[in-house]
């Protein structure tokens, strides 16, 4: 692969595709009120609150003042809605019953909201003891239901429609606990979490402001159904005559009083019923609507823009437009003191599953400052649980078991908490395999950089916004503080991973790490991205581990490679002497298996099998069992990363260097 010089000075000037156009400045109430029937129900519940708020200026008489004369009259200009058994006027009561519904269920479940949320944020982030004993709480109290335990609790404590919304609330939490917890859940496993974290981002940064905006949606439909199901409660205990007391007028204790009049006057129970019944459909038709209008990526005018292939490589391409020369040519080859003088060492990294599967055995090597190491290897071979045991990564249920990794001389296994997070983000940076998910949904591009650039420095917003359009245009982003108020969907693949590379390099990080970074983007874009990543090395003298199986990729950009197979490394050289004169028979049979090597006549090589899973790796050379050289000896005993390479015969063999 041969890499055409990128600019990294001069911005590119702007494309039409980066103006922000008037549907990316909208928010959720525009793209709610888009919706037809979302604006209906909105509409109604204006004016359901505009009738409560205004109740004793709406209402014409005064709701609890009997006037016998007037007893059960049909609606006339008088009473535009008729009166009760007692005169009392039905259009005054339903515009108090208005009130009283809308503040009891409001209450309860802003009460329910606030607790559960909490509560399921915390749970679901912290995982472990704290899920097992909340969701084991949450088993009980869900097996009451809510108008129950509200009745319960009426009979302990006495009557009051404040006391049982109070209950019906503490029963709510438990609902919005669930749901929060479950999006936790799902949310902490995606990339962008672990991209926050590497950002430095403290915990409750993370889950607060990166995971908690993912929440919105399934709680809104939640919260709207909850407000439904407390004003049916509400009712049912006013009907009851154990909600509100005498002193105040619901709906349903509005019905209770048409009981004995039904057949007289239907309409005494049909307008606090209709009142009831639309009320609820309102709060149900809008948790919907607003559901589809909270994502970005919602419908209306949040329509998605389609980060079509070819409008991807275009927006790409313009770029090479005004590009200008850096340099990619690798840098002189290591010295044998360069160990001493390392960046990054690491030495013995074993990496264990909690069932006691080694993903890594033993992995040593060390990254120098300024230097571009490649770490090679099939899939499965454990490149990327290497990384992300360097950065304090590793998903659950894997841990370190031995060996250290050290940054600058600090040891960074078994770091924790804040000395970890100084770490991330500051110092080590991570460019992850597919950008779009390594950014949050929720947040526009300047959010996050933001963010990211304040976690770890005093700038002010103003400042960090900034550095942010710095960034960008450090990148390559063209029109950077206009794509700053852009979500990540707006962006092609390259764009996105620019950005994600911006965001890496928010606090000067002395190593970047780069997951396979360009496998998700079009090929057209991949050459670009790895330039852009060599010339900000070069530019920005940090050191680049490239985890990668692409050895072309590594000749291009490398100054030395590590050839991991089966969770071990097994050679570590120069990209010179690994490609002229490999010393392990996996690196030579990754040159022979190369495309770039063939010439097209012939059949490209493969290698034989595929890497076995981390629970059954060979006994002795894990790589024997597909080694067109393995002779009886390779198949026992520990055999050692000795002078770079770990192979028994590595002295006799003459091996093949690329083609
Ligand atoms: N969370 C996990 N729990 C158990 N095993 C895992 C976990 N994650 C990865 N592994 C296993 O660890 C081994 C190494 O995986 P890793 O992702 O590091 O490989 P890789 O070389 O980076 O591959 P790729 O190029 O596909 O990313 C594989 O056998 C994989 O199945």
Redesign the pocket.
């Known amino acids: 692969m041969t890499m055409e010089p990128v600019a990294l000075a001069d911005p590119p000037p702007s494309t039409a595709e980066d103006a922000p156009t008037a549907r990316q400045k909208i928010g959720m109430f525009y793209r709610a009120v888009r919706q037809p029937i979302t604006l209906i129900c909105l509409a109604i519940l204006a004016l359901q609150i505009v009738i409560a708020l205004a109740a004793p200026l709406l209402a014409p008489y005064d709701p609890l003042q009997p006037n016998v004369q007037h007893r059960l009259e049909s609606p006339s200009s008088a009473f535009l809605l008729g009166t009760d058994d007692l005169g009392r006027d039905t259009l005054s009561r339903l515009i108090y019953g208005t009130q009283t519904a809308l503040i009891a269920s409001a209450q309860s479940v802003a009460i329910g909201l606030v607790l559960g949320v909490s509560l399921g944020v915390f749970v679901g982030y912290r995982g472990g003891w704290w899920d097992r004993i909340g969701m084991r709480i949450a088993d009980v109290m869900q097996s009451i239901p809510a108008l129950l335990l509200a009745l319960a609790l009426v009979a302990v404590i006495g009557n009051g429609l404040g006391k049982a919304m109070l209950a019906v609330g503490i029963i709510f939490a438990v609902g919005f606990m669930r749901v929060a917890r479950a999006v936790v859940l799902a949310e902490r496993e995606r990339l962008y979490v672990d991209a926050a974290r590497v950002l430095g981002l403290r915990s409750s940064s993370i889950m607060f402001r990166q995971v908690l905006p993912n929440i919105a949606p399934p709680l809104i439909v939640q919260a709207s159904i909850a407000l439904g199901t407390a004003l049916l409660i509400e009712a049912t205990l006013s009907f009851l005559g154990i909600g509100v007391d005498a002193t105040a007028v619901s709906w349903g204790s509005m019905l209770d009083a048409s009981r004995q009049h039904v057949s007289e006057q239907p309409l005494l129970a049909i307008f606090p019923g209709a009142a009831i019944t639309l009320s609820v459909l309102v709060f149900n038709l809008l948790g919907d609507g607003l559901r589809d209008a909270s994502s970005p990526r919602g419908v209306g005018g949040g329509k998605r823009k389609k980060p079509a292939k070819n409008t991807a490589a275009t927006a790409e391409a313009e770029q090479n437009g005004t590009a200008k020369a850096v340099t990619t040519a690798p840098a002189s080859a290591p010295t044998a003191d360069a160990a001493k003088n390392a960046l990054l060492t690491v030495s013995g990294l074993t990496v264990t599953?909690h069932t006691g599967?080694e993903?890594v055995s033993g992995a040593s090597f060390h990254i120098g400052k300024g230097e571009t190491f490649g770490l090679v290897?099939?899939?499965?071979?454990?490149?990327?649980?290497?990384a992300a045991a360097i950065l304090g990564l590793l998903?659950k249920?894997?841990e370190v078991t031995g060996g250290s990794v050290q940054l600058d001389g600090t040891e960074l296994t078994g770091l924790g908490g804040e000395a970890l997070r100084q770490i991330r983000g500051r110092r080590v940076g991570m460019v992850f395999q597919d950008p779009i998910s390594a950014l949050s949904p929720v947040h526009t591009v300047g959010r996050q950089l933001t963010d990211a650039i304040r976690s770890h420095s005093g700038l002010t917003k103003q400042q960090a916004e900034e550095r942010a359009v710095e960034l960008l245009s450090l990148v390559g982003v063209p029109a950077p503080r206009k794509r700053l108020l852009d979500y990540p969907h707006q962006f092609s693949g390259g764009m996105a991973q620019r950005v994600v590379i911006a965001g890496a390099l928010a606090c000067d990080p002395e190593l970047l790490i780069a997951d396979?970074p360009t496998t998700a983007l079009d090929v057209t874009i991949q050459a670009q991205v790895l330039d852009l990543l060599a010339g900000l090395r070069e530019r920005l003298n940090m050191s680049l581990l490239l985890?990668t199986?692409d050895l072309g990729v590594v000749a291009d950009i490398c100054d030395r490679v590590g050839v991991?197979y089966a969770?071990q490394v097994v050679e570590v050289n120069t990209v010179r002497g690994a490609f002229n004169q490999p010393r392990h028979p996996y690196t030579e049979a990754l040159l022979a298996a190369m495309p770039h090597g063939a010439n097209g006549s012939e059949a490209l090589a493969t290698i034989p099998g595929r890497v076995p899973?981390?629970w059954a790796w060979p006994q002795g050379c894990r790589f024997h069992p597909r080694c067109t050289y393995a002779v009886e000896e390779c198949k026992t005993g520990f055999i050692p990363l000795d002078d770079g390479v770990r192979c028994r015969r590595a002295v006799e063999l003459k091996l093949a260097g690329a083609k």
């Open positions: 599953t599967a993903l290897g099939e899939s499965g071979c454990g490149k990327s649980i290497t998903p249920g894997v396979e985890i199986h991991m969770g899973p981390a």
